[in-house]
């Protein structure tokens, strides 16, 4: 189950990422906001991380209109590591380095087909689970 959320800014992102979700069968909890009316990302930052800190939803992804802002609120909450990607390099990495649970995008800044690509391989890399990558991760939990 993927958790997803975003603000005004990341809407029409959101809604082309669940329409990908769909079409690969994978399953989906969408935590708003559900319209293009102005909002305030940390509100859906915090819904979209509870969950996936619960172990509700395994993965999360949050969109804003940079990305900046709701990546930086996700990882306010104990147990995330939220990746800003731009590109398909960044998201591998990120899975395969820092484990990352939750992946930002910004709706201003990436098209759509782009933004995809990411979102794929994003949830398609799995964690190395090399040592060294394990004990980096819990140094930024301690
Ligand atoms: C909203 O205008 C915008 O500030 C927000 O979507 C995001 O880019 C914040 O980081």
Do not use: W
């Not at 809604?15 to 990302?41: C, M, V």
């Not at 990411?118 to 090399?130: A, G, K």
């Amino acid at each position: 189950m993927i958790a997803l959320g975003c603000d005004h800014g990341g809407f029409e992102l959101k809604q082309e990422i669940i329409k990908h979700l769909e079409s690969r069968g994978i399953p989906y909890e969408d935590f708003g906001t559900y319209d293009n009316a102005s909002t305030d990302y940390p509100v859906y930052a915090r819904k979209v991380a509870a969950a996936v800190v619960d172990g509700k939803c395994e993965k999360g992804i949050l969109v804003c209109g940079t990305g900046i802002g709701i990546s930086i609120a996700a990882n306010k909450v104990k147990g995330i590591r939220c990746a800003l990607c731009t590109d398909c390099f960044m998201a591998e990495a990120t899975r395969l380095h820092n484990d990352a649970n939750v992946l930002a995008l910004g709706g201003r800044v990436v098209g759509v087909g782009l933004a995809l690509k990411i979102v794929d391989t994003f949830l398609d890399t799995p964690f190395s689970n090399d040592e060294r990558h394990i004990r980096r991760i819990k140094g930024i939990e301690d």
